[in-house]
């Protein structure tokens, strides 16, 4: 492997008051967002002393993260955010204990609750109506789609085409009525030929529903005297994850004033299929009683509908 494609070390360390925590998270995502680098895996967590240590394993878009002007630039934009006097920041290229890229099986004290999250397909709402249709034009097939409008539908419906390595040659998209959606897309296996296999129009037709229903997996859990957000976002074959997951959850956060005590992103294999699993200790407020049932259901649902409303 190259080493401009390797994966990076990002580490930071502000001095700050644990409220002050998820305001940095969600400045520090912005930047890696603005600036092309895509987090993988993240460990964050609060010191006794108040202050926080955060590690991203991070891959650039550009493949330029291994040329010092490029991490100079980084630091100088975190620096910005964090306070230049109180904080440090230091970029290197990954060590073994970051495992990498590749999924591992999910093992932990809670490994049933998240297969649970990950297997769940009852969340979504609304209704999809997909249709296949090879007798409309002599070179490809047709693929309509007619659903909910929403944030990232067309990103999750390529996705998954990517996925299942069928090629778009040409695409229609026209809103309808209360906020509905009509998608025809002229499609192709790589192999230049129509879908015409029943299974594998059956499989792609229950995949798009289950994803297009239910394009990420959001629960909040008790564990003990902690409350843990859990959020489940699938990895496409390709490897790349969904974009811009860690800074919708935080954002959310902020909004709420809600602080984060630890959290941490990894990669992992549930069910034969691969997931980023954000996992995120959050301390209470207040005002806001987080071990509410009502309180965790309506944390849950804001998160669900920044990341795909």
Same mark, same amino acid.
């Given at each position: ?89 230091? =970029?290197?290229?990954? !060590?073994? #204990?970051?495992?990498? &890229?590749?999924? /591992? %099986? ?113 629960? =909040?859990?008790?564990? !003990?005297? #902690?409350?843990?957000? &859990?959020?489940? /976002? %699938? ?75």
């Amino acid at each position: 492997m190259e080493v401009c494609k390797k994966e990076f070390e990002c580490k930071w360390s502000p001095t700050a008051a644990t409220f002050d925590v998820i305001c940095y998270l969600t400045g520090i995502t912005q930047t890696l967002w603005e600036v092309e680098l895509i987090v993988h895996k993240m460990i964050a967590t609060v010191t006794p002393d108040g202050k926080a240590l955060n590690m991203f394993c991070i891959t650039d878009s550009r493949e330029m993260l291994h040329e010092k002007r490029r991490q100079d630039d980084l630091c100088l934009r975190l620096k910005a955010i964090l306070g230049e006097a109180t904080s440090y920041c230091d =970029i290197s290229p990954a !060590g073994s #204990e970051w495992g990498g &890229l590749d999924c /591992a %099986p999910f093992y932990s004290a809670y490994s049933a609750s998240v297969i649970d999250l990950c297997s769940d397909n009852r969340q979504g709402s609304g209704k999809v109506v997909i249709n296949i249709d090879n007798s409309l034009s002599p070179g490809h097939t047709l693929l309509q789609i007619c659903c909910k409008d929403r944030r990232g539908l067309m990103y999750d419906c390529m996705r998954i085409l990517k996925d299942f390595q069928i090629q778009v040659a040409y695409a229609r998209l026209a809103t309808i009525a209360k906020g509905g959606v009509e998608i025809e897309l002229f499609i192709v296996h790589k192999d230049g030929k129509k879908i015409t296999d029943p299974v594998k129009q059956q499989n792609l037709c229950s995949r798009l529903e289950v994803e297009i229903l239910q394009p990420v997996r959001v629960a =909040i859990m008790n564990r !003990g005297p #902690e409350i843990e957000l &859990l959020v489940a /976002a %699938p990895i496409s074959i390709s490897g790349q994850g969904r974009p811009q997951v860690l800074q919708d959850i935080t954002g959310v956060l902020k909004s709420l004033g809600i602080c984060i005590f630890k959290a941490d992103i990894g990669r992992y294999l549930v069910e034969d299929r691969q997931w980023e699993i954000y996992r995120i200790l959050l301390t209470d407020k207040l005002d806001l009683d987080l071990s509410s049932s009502h309180t965790q259901a309506h944390i849950a649902e804001l998160v669900r509908t920044r990341l795909a409303g």
